[in-house]
């Protein structure tokens, strides 16, 4: 069974950073493919940023240039560092995990696609 345990959220005024991890455990545990994901009040899950096993990383429009993913493979631990905040990106953020190979580049970004979640984290923007 594989177990992802996100840390780092909070609240920080507008035009702050934060630094999001997730924590992957579990016996035999590969990824392919890792993920953030969040969730806005009243809205659908969001595809946030991704990073496969090569180090290839996609975004949404919404955050390029501000967020980065990195993966810290020696200690299974995800990382996004947001940074130049807004209110828009109040949210609450998953992390998720792909074990098996076989993702197209269109789909990177698409919960669908991956089988393990994290329980979230809580970023409130501020003004």
């Known amino acids: 069974e594989v177990q992802l345990q996100e840390s780092g959220g909070g609240s920080v005024q507008a035009g702050g950073s934060l630094r999001l991890a997730c924590v992957a455990s579990?016996?035999?545990?590969?990824?392919?493919?890792m993920a953030w994901f969040r969730q806005a009040p009243g809205k659908g899950r969001e595809g946030v940023a991704t990073?496969?096993?090569?180090?290839?990383?996609k975004y949404v429009d919404a955050v390029m240039g501000r967020f980065t993913i990195s993966l810290d493979n020696a200690n299974n631990t995800l990382y996004l560092q947001m940074n130049s905040l807004n209110l828009a990106d109040t949210a609450d953020y998953y992390c998720?995990?792909?074990?098996?190979?076989?993702?197209?580049?269109?789909?990177?970004?698409?919960?669908?696609?991956?089988?393990?979640w994290g329980q979230g984290a809580q970023v409130a923007v501020a003004t």
């Open positions: 998720a995990a792909r074990t098996y190979a076989g993702l197209v580049d269109g789909r990177r970004l698409s919960e669908d696609e991956y089988s393990y």
């Open positions: 579990g016996y035999g545990y590969k990824s392919y493919s």
């Open positions: 990073i496969d096993s090569d180090g290839n990383t």
